[in-house]
């Protein structure tokens, strides 16, 4: 399946926990963050996706934001998890977890299912 093609709502369910997961690798910003979203294989994730959750991240209590100077170039605005947003990685990344395997406990049958037949 062509990863660009996932459906967005999929992608908006999936999304924050995603991020969080990101951020756990340490501090990062928005490009940089699209960057390992495509590479994971959700596809472009566009900014007027991601920075309003990370915005929301942020009033949570999830995220600390700092500006920091570029190379040559404008500065960047770098995310960080707090302890919170450590422990909430953890949280969203089990229950998506079991959320998958509940769906997938209906859906893989679906898979071996020959076309054609109702």
Same mark, same amino acid.
């Given at each position: 399946?062509?990863?660009?093609?996932?459906?967005s709502?999929?992608?908006r369910?999936?999304l924050?926990?995603?991020?969080?997961r990101?951020l756990?690798?340490?501090p990062? /910003?928005? /490009?940089a963050?699209?960057?390992?979203?495509?590479?994971?294989?959700?596809?472009?994730?566009?900014?007027?996706t991601?920075?309003?959750?990370l915005?929301?991240?942020e009033?949570?209590?999830?995220?600390?934001?700092?500006?920091r100077?570029?190379?040559?170039?404008?500065?960047?605005? /770098?995310?960080?998890? @707090?302890e919170?947003?450590r422990?909430?990685?953890?949280e969203?990344?089990?229950?998506?977890?079991?959320?998958?395997?509940?769906?997938r406990?209906?859906?893989?049958?679906?898979?071996?299912?020959? @076309?054609?037949?109702?």
């Amino acid at each position: 399946m062509n990863t660009e093609q996932w459906p967005s709502e999929w992608l908006r369910g999936v999304l924050g926990v995603c991020v969080l997961r990101i951020l756990l690798d340490g501090p990062s /910003y928005g /490009y940089a963050i699209t960057q390992r979203l495509a590479e994971a294989g959700l596809g472009t994730v566009k900014g007027g996706t991601l920075y309003p959750l990370l915005g929301r991240l942020e009033e949570a209590g999830h995220v600390e934001v700092e500006w920091r100077p570029g190379d040559g170039g404008p500065g960047r605005k /770098y995310y960080a998890l @707090t302890e919170q947003g450590r422990a909430e990685a953890g949280e969203q990344s089990a229950r998506w977890a079991d959320f998958t395997s509940t769906t997938r406990g209906l859906t893989d049958a679906a898979i071996a299912q020959p @076309t054609g037949r109702n």
